[in-house]
């Protein structure tokens, strides 16, 4: 069984340029989180979503980030415009309920010149 | 205020030591995780437990709900253990996870 896939793997943008990562969760998993993962700290949730629904979008910095999943399945990130600060790992991860345990992708590294 | 403490922060140990990596919370909690990465690649779940104690391999997680404290041990550690462990926590009010910054584990043969 495939797992969570993420794309891309690695990214590298110019500041003020808009960037987006795109996350495939595990099939018949109906929670999907995005986080981001700075150097040397823990994740952090930006966002979670029970199938379409985002029922936790409270850290995620609107301003400058969304995020969609349509059809309750793919999802995806953006940032526009990117800031140097936003340079992290960003993680999916899916599970098949709210309560169950969560498989991580491999992540996509920003980096933010 | 970080809701969930590691300790240590980085450890070193000789192949064949007893590991042990300790997470303090200071929430509710439903749940709590402890997560495996090794560097430059993705996180994988090693336990979710509520309460007791869960072994895999040479793996073992415990908790104490009332102290808000878990352990995980590794025992016979190996070089390939070497990675930053996780804990994680998801509250039992509002559903959030809060994560600890990591413990990170180098095993020298």
């Known amino acids: 069984e495939a797992g969570v896939v993420q794309s891309p793997r690695y990214k590298i943008i110019e500041k003020k340029q808009p960037v987006a990562f795109w996350c495939n969760p595990i099939?018949?998993?109906?929670?999907l989180y995005w986080y981001r993962q700075n150097l040397g700290q823990g994740p952090e949730l930006l966002i979670r979503?029970?199938?379409?629904?985002?029922?936790?979008d409270s850290q995620l910095p609107k301003d400058r980030f969304s995020a969609e999943r349509l059809k309750g399945v793919d999802s995806t990130l953006k940032i526009q415009p990117a800031e140097l600060g936003d340079s992290a790992v960003y993680l999916c991860?899916?599970?098949?309920?709210?309560?169950?345990?969560?498989?991580f992708g491999p992540g996509t590294r920003l980096t933010v010149t | 205020k970080n809701e969930v403490e590691q300790s240590p922060q980085n450890l070193t140990a000789q192949e064949g030591e007893f590991i042990t990596i300790n997470c303090s919370y200071s929430?509710?909690?439903?749940?709590l995780h402890w997560l495996q990465q090794h560097p430059g690649g993705g996180i994988v779940s090693l336990f979710m437990?509520?309460?007791g104690k869960k072994k895999h391999g040479r793996l073992i997680a415990t908790i104490n709900i009332q102290e808000k404290h878990s352990s995980l041990h590794i025992t016979a550690s190996h070089p390939r253990d070497s990675a930053v462990y996780i804990c994680?926590?998801?509250?039992?009010?509002?559903?959030?996870?809060?994560f600890g910054t990591g413990t990170s584990l180098t095993v020298i043969p």
């Open positions: 991860a899916s599970s098949f309920g709210g309560f169950d345990e969560q498989y």
């Open positions: 099939s018949g998993h109906n929670t």
């Open positions: 979503y029970e199938n379409e629904e985002a029922v936790d």
């Open positions: 929430v509710g909690i439903s749940a």
């Open positions: 437990l509520s309460s």
């Open positions: 994680a926590v998801r509250s039992n009010t509002g559903n959030q996870f809060y």
